[in-house]
């Protein structure tokens, strides 16, 4: 599943960390990370935002997500079970600005 750590800074709590951005984790590592007191109030408070893997999100907070991410293989990843042509096109805008950089 997809988290996106809306923060700016990395949190860590029962084996998993969120760095800042979106994060794509196992759904069930990330309900044992939201049974430390800390990240529970910070989920509540809407530090993070997610799906769940058995629902699949609009493409507008699909490419929301997308534009937070910085892991170019997950955006790869991501292509293969995406077939909205506005998020494809946004995980292939984003993997073109972290693979190419403007000077």
Do not use: W
């Not at 800074?9 to 590592?29: C, I, R």
């Not at 989920?43 to 937070?68: H, L, N, Q």
């Not at 506005?86 to 950089?101: G, H, S, Y």
């Amino acid at each position: 599943m997809l988290i996106q750590n809306k923060g700016n800074h990395s949190y860590q709590a029962n084996g998993l960390t969120l760095v800042p951005g979106t994060n794509k984790v196992d759904e069930k590592d990330f309900e044992r990370f939201l049974t430390h007191p800390l990240m529970n109030h910070l989920d509540i408070k809407g530090e993070f935002v997610y799906d769940s893997e058995k629902t699949k999100p609009s493409a507008k907070d699909r490419i929301a997500m997308i534009e937070d991410a910085f892991d170019v293989d997950m955006l790869e990843a991501l292509k293969a079970d995406e077939d909205r042509k506005t998020v494809l096109d946004a995980i292939n805008k984003r993997i073109e600005e972290l693979t190419n950089p403007e000077e």
